[in-house]
């Protein structure tokens, strides 16, 4: 069982910089690949990055490539995903997603557990 929560959502202007966190209690030993999701009104869900256990693979969609980063700090149980240079259109819901094996899949990947998200608004 895993919990996730959020954070470091806001408002910000196009161009600047937000880091999100995303705190997860694991009862387990298990290893968890863990991503982020983004939600848009009136678009579909879509993976924006996504990690493995060791840090060591991971996968940024292309809209992310270049301005965002994911990390995550296991003494913190926490996972990070910096974002970078905003765009108005980047306005959504990011979600904190994380699965019960050490695999992600930068299609139709659907983790067992997710975190309540929290709102990016990107202003112009």
């Not at 965002?68 to 149980?77: E, L, P, Q």
């Not at 974002?83 to 983790?111: F, I, Q």
Request: charged share 20%; glycine share 12%.
């Amino acid at each position: 069982q895993v919990q996730l929560v959020e954070s470091g959502g806001g408002l910000v202007q196009a161009g600047g910089s937000l880091r999100l966190s995303c705190a997860a209690s694991v009862r387990t030993a298990s290893r968890h690949a863990m991503g982020w999701f983004r939600q848009a009104p009136g678009k579909e869900r879509e993976l924006v990055a996504a990690i493995t256990w060791s840090g060591e693979f991971f996968y940024l969609g292309d809209s992310a490539r270049g301005r965002f980063s994911i990390s995550r700090d296991h003494a913190k149980n926490t996972v990070y995903l910096q974002l970078n240079n905003l765009k108005t259109e980047e306005t959504a819901v990011y979600y904190c997603a994380a699965d019960e094996g050490d695999n992600y899949s930068s299609t139709g990947w659907e983790p067992a557990y997710w975190g309540q998200g929290t709102q990016v608004t990107v202003s112009s």
